[in-house]
């Protein structure tokens, strides 16, 4: 036998041997046994026809395609779920990273198993799995987004944003403030959110003043902060007095405008906080409105056969404003009547709908 | 096209580029040290995302910018006495040793970050420094003389290693630790304490640079590096284990980047192209090794763990 | 000598054997130990967080699966390092070769979707070896011909692979149905008559782990038993003195990078025809669509000695700490973030040992086991990273 064979088999037999160990002073559940203080509700989570009320607290797992602090599309769920967790009683837990499809169906799979009520699988390309995992587990509730598609089965939500619409609004505010007549866009890679955000920014540029010039810079990255920071520096050299951008990598750029007075216009989340003196306006998704809706549906009986859309109308998406930026009166009521015009119907971006 | 042409775009364009290179010039800079003593450290990535983190806690917590460089230093400085007891006296494989030091880093950093920060928060940004009168120059001034700090530590540093290197009896030392360490030992060398020495430097400015990327940033993030500690670690090929070849890949990497991105702005580069575009500093950086392709000559005895009598 | 010396080298025998029978699993402990700390620092119990990482990894029929399927990247990836190292060449460039494999594999299935599927799924693993080896290729006649150092060039080809894949799959390849208001850079469900088929019904164990363990023992055999093989390991201890002897250097160099790149590309097709979803789908970085596994693959050949058939057992442990990790995150509700740095502190941990360990061996005076990697160059091109002895049988 010779050393690399020795090498391993002892290292498969001491993990052979910890596992009987394990087994022996675990339970005699299956993969999936875990020792969160939740599983003590297992009975009582996954609704049948019957209902629970909402005394009882309802668990809800994340599953995330990036990180839960990234000021983007997982932190805007992720802070959702937070703020909903005294009113409406829920018990959370996350598994953050996790983009890779088969990693996030094991994920999926596990809390399914332990009988959580509603497992969110926060990623436009985990439908297929969601679609096949639902089908094996009907007691419990599925939601995925952002997308529109509930495959037919009674226990899965959809939601997705119509974040072209704020992305109007903030064109229209960046367009009555700009002096220079220059606006930069740094973007990620051009598609999903971004996409329709961008696109929606430029449709609101152009229906307030179309002799402005925006420049869009799709960096090739969601998360690289160095090349979205010198994307808008590139955009300070090119004349630029408001920016705006979107992905989890704006922070380099809000900090470039930061650096150089531009106002920045956010989207996703609240970005005052790291730009307070540039930082005009956030799109902030707040899935609350979903979220709510989707657990008084679970509480009620209904496992899922919805699909949701957060936009102006409904309050999912709002525009926040920075309280400390000197915004003109007469931009912020050009600002208030594009919203206004978009709730009611009278404006389309052309883009979502 | 001709919008690139101007000398405001072209000045911008080169500050940009000098500013890109400079963390993985720094980290690529100390990486050379290492592997002309024969140490070859794969982690790079993961020793600059805990020095970007160590900086970035600092300046939140205390708001000394040039506390935290030190700090970005000392947390090198530490991985780099850790894996010279790891690749020196435990004699690992360098190449295992080196994804494991890079996965340590890459979760560690990030762990850390939610844990002590949670939701990011901007912190201040190196001060541009102008170099009297040579600032002044029209045009190159502000090209080269109007940067941060680090940038020109960055730019010094390659004189000075290139010239400890070549002509100082630790130098010396260095490269015949790197060629043929058993010779080095029959005369005296202590080929131990030499690897200790450059692991120590190396990684040291492995930690710097990760604190010159977060405070030039101004923020930290999940893997902030994205991957430049790697294309660090290239770039000391490319360089053909001189700090001057080093230099000359950086600024070639980073000014193809930088170039790029100003095409996308002004429109040069169409959306459509807009992701092959990015692939353009990796592209020209091998083509332009391939057009210099010379002999070289790794250090001989690179990622080779010594025993005395071995 | 004496017999009083005898029973001194006695003593220290039995003390070596023991260092040397310990010294991994003390290790491993050692690591695990420190994570415990981290995971009490963070409020979470080292215990249960244990326990479900063995259960999720090892505990069941169905985690052994996950793990099974977790290791055949590994493998696949790790065989054609073994390839490579043992020919002294350092491909760093897996991550870009699984991309490419990934793409072309995709690609074909997208242009060629109703073909019968005991002809797709060949065609598929075929196309996706292709597209690896092709980008292998490019690095190794780079390095061959054109003396660019392998690792500056895998690295940049990494890079030059993500951007293609970000294209292709936001703009040709892309799925026009998905029901979003707008599209992501994902393909659509890919025919199922490319899907790997199942080997056990009712499991998701698929044949990628056929032919993984295909990939590995074709590879021994390849690498022991063919004058490829030799050539390659000829090439790997000594570039020059193959080239004395009248050996195709330059060609077997190329051919080292090129089936490195068939196995990575081999195991890309696997990640996107075995997988959950049945479709390809991009971050913006290569880790979103390979899982690390370019780099993860690395570690379990090394592990595994560089030989073939002790990477799959390697890859199998490895797969279990992903997958087992995993399942403990979800346990204790800690960040993933610690799950990657644990798995950095096992491999800094059990690498350190192995030197330790060996030279135990030597001293017990166990047989071939004398380290090939001596200080001093012979000759003038030396591996990178030492072969390791005990592999040739």
Sequence with gaps: MNDTMRRWGRLVAVLAALTIVAAACGDDDTAGEDGTGATGATTTGGTGATGTTSAEPLQVALIAPSATNDLAFTQSMFDALNALKDSENLEISVSDNLFVVDDAASAIRNYASQGYDLVIAHGSQFGGTVEQIAAEFPEVSFAWGTAGDTFGQPNVYAYQAASDQGGYVQGVLAAGLTESKVIGVVGPIEVGDAKLYVDGFKVGVEATDPSIDVRVNYTGSFSDVGLASEAARSFVAADADAMTGTAQMVVGAIGVATENDIAWFGTQANQTSLGPSVVVASQVYHWEVVLTEIIDGIRGGTLGGESFTIDLANGGEVIEYNPDYPLPADVKAAGDEAIAGITDGTITTGVSE | ?310 | MTIGRRRFTRRHDRRRLLVSWLALPAAAFAALLVGAGMLVALGADPITGYRALLDGAFGSPGALTDTAIKAVPLVLVGVGICIAFRANVLNIGGEGQLVMGGLASTGLVLALPDLPGPLLVPLVLLAGAVGGAIWGAIAGSLKAYLNVNEILSTIMLNIVAVQIMNYLLAGPLVDKEFSGFSLIPQTRRLSPNADLPVLVQGTKLHAGVVVAVLAAVLAYVLLWRTGLGFRLRAVGLSRDASSYAGMPVRRTITLALTLSGAMAGLAGAVLVFGSASHRMVTDGTATGFTGSAGFNGIVAALFGGLNPLWTIASAFVFGGLLVGGNAMQIAVQVPTALIVALNGLLVVFVVSIEHLRRRYRVQLGSPATVPIASGGGEDAERPGIPVREGAEE
């Excluded at chain 2, 492995?206 to 770039?235: C, K």
């Excluded at chain 2, 890949?249 to 040069?268: E, H």
């Design chain 2, 1 to 310: 096209m001709s919008k690139f042409f101007t000398l405001t775009v072209l000045t911008a364009t080169v500050a940009s580029g000098i500013r890109l290179a400079t963390p993985f010039l720094l980290a690529s800079l100390g990486e050379t040290i290492g592997q002309r003593s024969g140490l070859l450290n794969l982690g790079v990535d993961g020793i600059m995302l805990l020095g970007a983190f160590g900086a970035y806690y600092t300046v939140l917590e205390t708001q000394n910018i040039w506390l935290a460089v030190l700090v970005g230093a000392a947390v090198g400085l530490v991985m780099g006495l850790v894996t010279a007891v790891v690749n020196v006296t435990l004699k690992a494989e360098q190449g295992i040793s080196g994804i494991g030091v890079f996965l340590f880093g890459l979760g560690l950093s990030d762990l850390l970050f939610q844990k002590l920060v949670g939701t990011p928060v901007p912190i201040q940004t190196f001060p541009t420094v102008e170099v009297p009168l040579l600032s002044s120059i029209p045009t190159l001034g502000s090209m080269f003389f109007r940067a941060n700090l680090m940038v020109y530590l960055a730019f010094l540093l390659v004189p000075v290693l290139a010239f400890v290197l070549s002509r100082t009896t630790y130098g010396t030392n260095v490269t015949a630790v790197g060629e043929n360490p058993a010779a080095a030992d029959s005369v005296g060398v202590s080929v131990a304490r030499i690897r200790y020495s450059t692991a120590a430097l190396g990684s040291t400015l492995a930690g710097v640079a990760g604190a010159a990327l977060a405070l030039q940033l101004g923020i930290f993030q999940q893997n902030l590096t994205q991957g430049q500690g790697f294309i660090a670690v290239a770039l000391v090929y490319f360089g053909a284990w001189r700090p001057v070849g080093v230099l000359a890949g950086s600024l070639l990497y980073g000014m193809v980047a930088s170039t790029v991105l100003t095409w996308k702005t002004l429109g040069v580069i169409p959306q459509s192209a807009s992701d092959l575009a990015a692939m353009a500093p990796a592209v020209l950086t091998v083509l332009a090794l391939v057009a210099v392709a010379r002999r070289f000559r790794q250090p001989d005895a690179l990622a080779k763990p010594y025993e005395r009598g071995g």
